[in-house]
C-alpha cells in the first residue's frame, strides 16, 4: 500500500531505518498517570541489521509527513521477537516511554542573554531535559532582554526570573 507522503524513521543507535528502506508498522499507546507508555514497532525483512535492537536499549521513532514529521515515541527496548509472515520475517520491537523519568529529573537553570533565538532555547532545555528534540522551525524571534529560565521539567512551563 502506498502512503502518500507518509515519512517513518525508526532510529536504536547508530542504526537508522526509514520508511524507504524497509517496511515499518507501529502502534504507540499513551500512558496514564500510573505506567508508562509503550509502543510496538515491527520492521520486516531486516536481516543481520536486526542485531541492533536489543533489550534495553534506546529507540526513538519519528512520523508525520516527509515535510512535517516529529518524534512520537522515544524509550527503551523491552523485548525482540521475530515472526514469520508468509515469505517475511517481521522483526518486533516492544519498548516503553521514557518520559516518566523527567519526573526525577535535576532542576534546571539557565541565563540567556537578549538577542537570543527562542529556537536556541527551546533545543537548549529540550537537551537538558534528556528530550529528543525534532524539526523546529526557526520563526526569527529573540529575546528582547535578558532572561534566566529555572524550573524542574515537570514545570510547565519553566518559570522566567
Same mark, same amino acid.
Given at each position: ?30 500512558? +496514564? $498517570?500510573?505506567?508508562?507508555? =509503550?509502543?510496538?514497532?515491527? !520492521?520486516?525483512?531486516?536481516? *543481520?541489521?536486526?542485531?541492533?535492537? %536489543? ?22 527496548? +523491552? $523485548?525482540?521477537?521475530?515472526? =514469520?509472515?508468509?515469505?517475511? !520475517?517481521?522483526?518486533?520491537? *516492544?519498548?516503553?516511554?521514557?518520559? %516518566? ?22 533545543? +537548549? ?37
Amino acid at each position: 500500500m502506498e502512503l502518500w507522503l507518509r515519512y517513518i524513521e525508526l532510529q536504536c543507535g547508530s542504526l537508522l531505518i526509514t520508511l524507504d528502506d524497509l517496511d515499518i508498522e507501529f502502534t504507540v499507546e499513551n500512558d +496514564d $498517570k500510573s505506567s508508562a507508555g =509503550k509502543a510496538e514497532i515491527a !520492521v520486516y525483512n531486516l536481516g *543481520q541489521s536486526k542485531s541492533a535492537f %536489543k533489550k534495553d536499549e534506546l529507540v526513538q521513532l519519528k512520523a508525520g509527513y516527509r515535510d512535517d514529521y516529529g518524534i512520537i515515541f522515544y524509550g527503551k527496548i +523491552d $523485548k525482540v521477537w521475530d515472526e =514469520k509472515v508468509g515469505a517475511d !520475517v517481521k522483526t518486533v520491537i *516492544q519498548a516503553s516511554d521514557l518520559t %516518566k523519568q523527567l519526573f526525577k529529573a535535576k532542576p534546571i537553570c539557565k541565563r540567556y542573554p537578549k538577542g537570543t533565538p527562542i529556537t536556541k532555547i527551546v533545543q +537548549d532545555l529540550f537537551n537538558e531535559a534528556g528530550i529528543p528534540v525534532g524539526k523546529i522551525e526557526d520563526l526569527g524571534i529573540t529575546l528582547s532582554k535578558d532572561m534566566v529560565f529555572g524550573g524542574k521539567t515537570t514545570s510547565t512551563p519553566y518559570t522566567v526570573l
